[in-house]
């Protein structure tokens, strides 16, 4: 090919090329903007709207599993005093609302660590009747030998009792010497301990009899008396009751009579003045009184 027909080849090419760009394709005028019309004199333009924006989608929930299990109602039998408040809610699985825990009133707990059960008093203070505590009492000491009779105890508090004592008959030198007595006391315990004040009122009998050169005499002297006491009584939880006490007859009045024979004859009161004045020093003399021990069981 020569080089004027290379030439006329090439130019004709570029014709070409410049034909396509001088036409207004279809996509051009589509993808071209319209120039902005201005509005007319007096009109002020207002800018649209923006859209508001789409709701986002919701999240689809996920299906439970398995329905949650019932449980029993909770039951609590103690709950301590310094015990705070559920710092967290319970939340079921699958769930977004906090559970309300409440539970549900039923019988009346049994005793726990937290609720010891009620001890007994102690001290000997209950018995059988409650506050009341009675039973036998044995006791010795002078002047009656040996005492037997009842003892009864009030709230730890008041003691009331009754004694029968009695001194078998014993001789000395040329004299034999018997006596009894019955007394009823009652007695005070100021602080409910084993330490009692008390007083007795009885009657004391005290007989004599003496036989010398065929001749016999005999007198006997009875003695109302009132006795301030004092002393210990301890009282075990079982009934056993331990104690003593010291105190003081103190003669109120009393009554003689004697009887003396000079070999089968009687002698006559007006001989008889020594055996009344001794009967009469016995009768109004204060004597001492010394229970060395009293045991006996209250129920």
């Known amino acids: 090919m020569s080089s004027s027909s290379r030439r006329r080849s090439i130019f004709g090419s570029f014709a070409l090329f410049g034909s396509l760009f001088a036409s207004s394709p279809a996509w051009a005028e589509e993808s071209a903007a319209p120039a902005p019309v201005p509005p007319p004199p007096g009109v002020v333009e207002v800018e649209p709207a923006a859209p508001a924006p789409a709701p986002p989608a919701a999240e689809p929930e996920e299906p439970l599993s398995a329905p949650a299990p019932r449980l029993a109602p909770a039951r609590v039998t103690s709950v301590p005093a310094e015990a705070s408040p559920l710092a967290e809610p319970m939340v079921a699985p699958g769930k977004t609302e906090p559970v309300k825990l409440q ?19 102690k001290g000997g203070e209950n018995g059988l009747l409650g506050p009341v505590r009675i039973g036998p009492m044995l006791g010795a000491g002078f002047p009656g030998f040996m005492t037997v009779g009842a003892n009864a105890r009030i709230a730890k508090l ?3 009792g009754v004694n029968y004592g009695y001194s078998p008959e014993v001789t000395v030198s040329s004299m034999s010497v018997s006596a009894w007595n019955m007394e009823g006391y009652a007695r005070l315990y100021p602080f409910k301990s084993p330490f009692f004040i008390g007083a007795g009122v009885g009657t004391q009998k005290l ?5 010398q050169s065929g001749g016999t005499a005999a007198g006997s002297v009875t003695t109302t008396y009132v006795a301030p006491t004092l002393g ?8 056993l009751a331990v104690g003593f006490d010291v105190g003081v007859q103190i003669p109120v009045s009393n009554t003689r009579q004697y009887d003396a024979t000079f070999a ?8 008889l003045k020594d055996l009344d004045d001794t009967l009469k020093k016995i009768g109004t003399t204060p004597i001492p009184v010394v229970n060395a021990l009293r045991v006996g069981f209250l129920f």
Do not use: C, H, R, Y
Not at 103 to 121: A, I, N, R, S, Y
Not at 232 to 239: A, E, I, K, L
């Open 103 to 121: 539970f549900v009133p039923g019988p009346t707990p049994g005793p726990t660590k937290d609720t010891p059960l009620e001890q007994p008093k």
């Open 158 to 160: 008041i003691g009331l």
């Open 207 to 211: 007989s004599g009899k003496t036989s």
């Open 232 to 239: 210990f009584m301890w009282t075990w939880d079982f009934g």
């Open 264 to 271: 089968g004859i009687a002698v006559p009161d007006s001989e």
